[in-house]
């Protein structure tokens, strides 16, 4: 689990409901069904009609990406692309077929098919590259959903206070009333903005960290393939994946840096 993504959530409700107390605010006054319905039916309703339906009912697969941060090691992945190349160096590009369904990562097991099947490099760049293009669309789909939503949800908290507003304004006959009744109509558009920044967008925001993240592992896979390709020498192409870390994370491989190509010297 992202203790990052479910730690900000709870801080950030937590964060506006310890202020309101501290104003000597009621909390049950804050649950208000008919706006909940209102707001939360409203934005899903929106967001459906402004979806795809698959990409609709893929919302709890998104969730699922924000809230549980995948599994990626970088480093281990240069570390297994300096070994094809070592390999590839000593036996031949074709030594790397008994490999090819050894990788759990489909991208890499099929750049490495590729090669192996003696493609030209200059074609296994542009397939490569058009696979990473699509994965990135596919991406942004889930992405535009949930800003979608951020963007529903406020309009919706706004409709819901105005048709709560009408209702009190319909009845003007109990002016001892009309104060709670008007802090009872605000609820819907509270619900519509908290909803929106605490939820919906920071969601959309984690969904794009988590691409970026996903799309700079794979440029980098696609660059070592190529340089497997070329039959380039694997202490160059352990430097130039290295490239793509952050300085602090090369750090830890300085050590490394010389073992997964000695044997090639």
């Known amino acids: 689990m992202d203790f990052a993504t479910v730690f900000g959530l709870l801080l950030g409700i937590g964060g506006l409901l310890g202020g309101y107390i501290l104003d000597k605010g009621n909390i049950a006054a804050l649950i208000q069904p008919s706006a909940m319905m209102i707001v939360f039916g409203g934005t899903l309703g929106a967001t459906m009609l402004s979806s795809p339906l698959k990409v609709f009912l893929s919302l709890p697969k998104y969730l699922r990406i924000a809230f549980f941060?995948?599994?990626r090691d970088p480093r281990a992945q240069i570390d297994q692309l300096v070994d094809l190349a070592v390999m590839a160096r000593r036996e031949g590009i074709l030594a790397l077929e008994d490999h090819v369904?050894?990788?759990d990562d489909a991208f890499m097991r099929n750049g490495v098919r590729l090669?192996?099947?003696?493609i030209d490099p200059e074609l296994v760049k542009d397939m490569l590259q058009t696979e990473l293009a699509h994965i990135e669309e596919r991406h942004e789909v889930g992405i535009t959903m949930f800003e979608a939503a951020g963007g529903f949800a406020p309009t919706m908290g706004i409709i819901?206070?105005?048709?709560?507003?009408?209702?009190?304004l319909g009845s003007l006959s109990d002016v001892s009333s009309l104060g709670p009744e008007i802090a009872t109509a605000f609820i819907a558009t509270l619900y519509g903005v908290a909803s929106a920044n605490i939820f919906w967008?920071?969601?959309?925001?984690?969904?794009?960290?988590?691409?970026?993240e996903e799309m700079l592992e794979r440029e980098m896979t696609l660059e070592g393939i190529l340089s497997i390709q070329a039959g380039e020498n694997p202490n160059v192409l352990r430097q130039k994946l290295l490239?793509?870390?952050?300085?602090?994370?090369?750090v830890e491989k300085k050590?490394?840096?010389?073992?997964?190509?000695?044997?090639e010297a």
Do not use: E, W, Y
Request: no cysteine.
């Open 69 to 71: 941060a995948p599994k």
């Open 101 to 103: 369904n050894s990788f």
């Open 115 to 118: 090669i192996v099947d003696g």
């Open 160 to 168: 819901g206070t105005v048709m709560g507003l009408v209702h009190v």
């Open 201 to 212: 967008l920071p969601v959309a925001n984690k969904l794009r960290a988590r691409s970026q």
């Open 243 to 250: 490239s793509f870390l952050a300085a602090s994370d090369r």
């Open 255 to 263: 050590a490394g840096v010389q073992s997964g190509a000695a044997q």
